[in-house]
């Protein structure tokens, strides 16, 4: 017999669903489109850089044909500002995420329009949906936000472009610094966050800005504090309603008393 899957996503599935955030490569060698089941891919022609799904950036990085362009939020000066940003700025709430752009750009993969009103020519209603249809981590990303695969993206880079990240202007190995430093700063207030919900109907945890990892990690951690609150709630209602319950009988009581006296 199977066993029950627990709640939500593996740490494996998550990172698996980050290989499909875009990212920017500088093609070494040309590439003719490839038909994939999102649509075609641009070609490659050096040295213009072209955005590609990251699963296929770290395949033709492997391949040595092409090199990625590492995200500007990745660079060790943004990481820093936003360690600096969640620990003395917003000390209880998580650094905000990237803004999203105005339009879309039919040019880049993966990719979905939506008008308001398509008989209107004038209408600039074109959005570009979610991650990870958002560019969030291309190298025009802006600096200083952390995108929904913030912590995913940074590992296989790390992993497989370490070359490609040092030509920020650190090295590797200070950047994965930084990024122990904004993990445990932001576990630590994952943690600290749930005494929001203490006491019975306690209030509301905003989750806004956290990372696809982040709720993988801590979704155990937060539905055990959840059914915690909800069965101190249940008891302590249990409680009130006995309570309520023993002070009637005992009302009645007196009121019989009082008529057998005749008061």
């Known amino acids: 017999m199977a066993l029950p899957l627990p709640p939500g996503l593996t740490h494996a599935e998550v990172a ?18 490839i038909e994939l089941l999102g649509g075609k891919t641009p070609p ?32 060790p000066s943004s990481l820093s500002e936003i360690i600096k940003r ?24 993966g990719i ?5 009103d398509h008989d209107n020519d004038d209408d600039d209603g074109d959005v570009i949906l979610s991650a990870p249809f958002r560019p969030s981590c291309t190298a025009d990303a802006p600096a200083g936000y952390l995108p929904y695969h913030w912590l995913e993206v940074a590992e296989s880079l790390l992993a497989h472009a370490g070359d ?4 920020l202007g650190a090295s590797a190995g200070e950047v994965r610094g930084l990024l122990r430093d904004l993990v445990e700063v932001r576990a630590a207030k994952m943690r ?16 806004r800005g956290v990372g696809a990892m982040e709720l993988a990690e801590s979704r155990g951690f937060v539905l ?14 249990a409680a009130r309603r006995e309570e ?11 009121g019989e008393s009082d008529e057998e006296m005749g008061i």
């Open 16 to 33: 698996f669903l980050a290989e499909m955030e875009l990212v920017t490569v500088v093609p070494r060698q040309r590439l003719e489109s």
């Open 44 to 75: 490659l022609r050096p040295p213009h850089r072209t955005d590609l799904p990251l699963w296929l950036a770290l395949l033709l990085k492997k391949q040595r044909r092409a090199n990625i362009a590492p995200p500007p939020w990745l660079h």
């Open 86 to 109: 969640e620990t003395k700025e917003n000390p209880t709430t998580f650094s905000e995420p990237p803004p999203p752009p105005a339009r879309a750009d039919p040019s880049r993969p």
């Open 112 to 116: 979905a329009s939506r008008g308001r």
């Open 164 to 167: 490609d990240v040092a030509s």
């Open 192 to 207: 600290s966050s749930t005494s929001q919900l203490e006491g019975f109907g306690g209030g509301l945890m905003s989750l």
């Open 224 to 237: 055990g504090v959840v059914d915690g609150v909800r069965k101190t709630g249940a008891s302590t209602e």
């Open 244 to 254: 309520e319950e023993e002070r009637g009988q005992d009302d009645d009581e007196d």
